[in-house]
């Protein structure tokens, strides 16, 4: 090669590689990967946000919440109902019996004021039923088809009394001795 098609090839690369056509692919390219980048950004610090929520809920450390989720990601996620708790993982995945009794204590708490706030939500709600509907029951059974079935067993399955048509016993009649 003489110097001059080295020179000639180098201006050629050069023109080429300032080329607009050129340099907006590289340029989209470098948006796309940033847009990419920022994206993945933001997806991180939602993650990380949403993450810190769960353990304030939980009142976990920050390292109980990432045991708990690396213990959700192996076989206790294939065994376990989708809405586990992270203090029932680390509860059933506890490393003695003092800690697996800490877990247990932290959620009774928790399950505990979680009921207290669900009774008294339910009295609130019975009594603005009573003052703004003061003439209708909550809950209505008119019209409903009536079910054959022993007390016992209507009290069982939460029926109200005024629907069954009860049935007889079914237990043996012993004759009476004379």
């Known amino acids: 090669?003489?110097?001059?098609?080295?020179?000639?090839?180098?201006?050629?690369?050069?023109?080429?590689?300032?080329?607009?056509?050129?340099?907006?692919?590289?340029?989209?390219?470098?948006?796309?990967?940033?847009?990419?980048?920022?994206?993945?950004?933001?997806?991180?610090?939602q993650a990380d946000s949403t993450d810190l929520q769960v353990q304030q809920i939980w009142g976990l450390t920050a390292e109980e919440m990432r045991r708990a989720k690396v213990l959700a990601l192996g076989p206790r996620g294939s065994f376990s109902v989708d809405k586990l708790s992270?203090?029932?993982?680390?509860?059933?995945?506890?490393?003695?019996?003092?800690e697996r009794r800490q877990y247990a204590e932290r959620l009774a708490r928790i399950f505990h004021e979680d009921v207290a706030r669900s009774i008294a939500w339910e009295r609130e709600m019975a009594a603005a039923m009573a003052r703004l509907y003061p003439n209708e029951p909550m809950v209505s059974y008119e019209g409903l088809p009536r079910v054959?079935?022993?007390?016992?067993?209507a009290d069982v399955a939460n029926v109200p009394?005024?629907?069954?048509?009860?049935?007889?016993?079914?237990?043996?009649?012993?004759?009476?001795r004379r």
């Open 1 to 45: 090669m003489t110097m001059r098609s080295i020179a000639m090839t180098i201006a050629a690369a050069t023109l080429i590689g300032s080329s607009p056509a050129l340099a907006q692919v590289r340029t989209g390219r470098t948006a796309e990967a940033s847009s990419t980048a920022s994206t993945s950004s933001t997806s991180r610090t």
């Open 86 to 98: 992270p203090l029932e993982i680390l509860g059933i995945h506890a490393r003695t019996d003092a």
């Open 148 to 153: 054959q079935s022993s007390v016992g067993a």
């Open 161 to 176: 009394r005024s629907q069954i048509l009860e049935q007889p016993s079914l237990s043996p009649r012993v004759p009476a």
